[in-house]
């Protein structure tokens, strides 16, 4: 598969949606509107490359044919991939047992040096450690989010990739993001972030469950998410100081615009 066309449906009005967008290997669209526009209903038609046979209407076509049923409803090996807000593990089985697990269950037979590959994207991902032999269960949300995306970019075959607000996962965003496109993947993003909305090409503006416009980034947006990235390292840099026990006494206003020289003169105190 190459390609992925979204074709418009009704509004909760029942008015026609405007909607015709291809998305090829290695893109991001950005979906953006308020709580309750119909952010995720979209992603759920996406998911189940919906044949006029959901509430909105919408259509979805692979290589810009109509999917078959095998390609719909397939139970192992599925076009698309979904990361969603939640996510809670069950079985009482370790990291690694679960990659291996998951590999065999594709027919994969994952070598062990793919396993570290993961576990070592995962993190870079994540500020709280993540070992082969942790339980499963006992992973926090960030860690379950991010040994997630590391599992979906380095071994599952589905080439494209829903995620429902990646904000929200404690997870370096820019980074899950680069991991997952350097795989070769379709991105498609709920979000409120507005670095994430930038990193992609184009965004949907949803409002009363139907797209009303279709963005593309301005190169003045660019210039602004390099600013804005640049200030979320930062922000991130904050986070772990706090996990290591850090005072944030120090001057916060010089320390998102002078650089690193005021990091180095606030890290010495610690809580004691």
Known sequence: MQSLTLLGGYDKDGRPEVLEVTLNR????????PTGAG???LLEDIGCLAQGDTPTGRRVLV????????QRFAIGNRMVAQLSQNMHFIMDISVREFILMHGESRRLDPEEALVDQILHCANQLTGEGIRGDMPLTQLSGGQSRSLMIADTALLSPSPVVLIDELENAGVDRQRALELLVGEDKILLISTHDPVLALLGDRRLCIQRGAVRELIHTTPAERRNLAFLSAINKRFLGLRERLRAGALLDFDMPAYFTEGSGT???AAPRVCP
């Open 63 to 70: 290589d810009h044919q109509v999917p078959g049923e095998a």
């Open 26 to 33: 290695g893109d991001i669209l950005c979906i953006v509107g």
């Open 263 to 265: 990091e180095k003169e």
């Open 39 to 41: 952010k995720s209903r």
